[in-house]
């Protein structure tokens, strides 16, 4: 989650154009660094149970960094 903070400021403040600079720039994977970068729009709640390890058995980190939307409305249902 720290990556994609530092991240987000790094597009936010210009330093790069996209993930995809940043992606070569770190010599890994566009769709790791946007997964990252996806973490950073969680709610506070969702960051908070992540940091704790008390994330339901039902939801995953990787879920939450492809879709967090979707899975933020699922479990507010």
Same mark, same amino acid.
């Given at each position: 989650?720290? $990556?994609?903070? $530092?991240?987000?400021?790094?597009?936010?403040?210009?330093?790069?154009?996209?993930?995809? =600079?940043?992606?070569? $720039?770190?010599?890994?994977?566009?769709?790791?660094?946007? $997964?990252? &970068?996806?973490?950073?729009?969680?709610?506070?709640?969702? &960051?908070?149970?992540?940091? =704790?390890?008390?994330?339901?058995?039902?939801?995953?980190?990787? =879920?939450?960094? &492809?879709?967090?939307?979707?899975?933020?409305? =699922?479990?507010?249902?």
């Amino acid at each position: 989650m720290a $990556r994609g903070h $530092r991240w987000l400021a790094l597009l936010e403040s210009g330093k790069v154009k996209s993930l995809k =600079e940043i992606a070569e $720039r770190e010599n890994i994977d566009n769709s790791y660094v946007s $997964r990252m &970068v996806n973490l950073t729009c969680l709610s506070p709640d969702i &960051v908070t149970a992540i940091l =704790e390890d008390e994330l339901p058995d039902n939801i995953t980190l990787f =879920e939450l960094a &492809v879709d967090p939307p979707l899975l933020w409305w =699922e479990t507010h249902k």
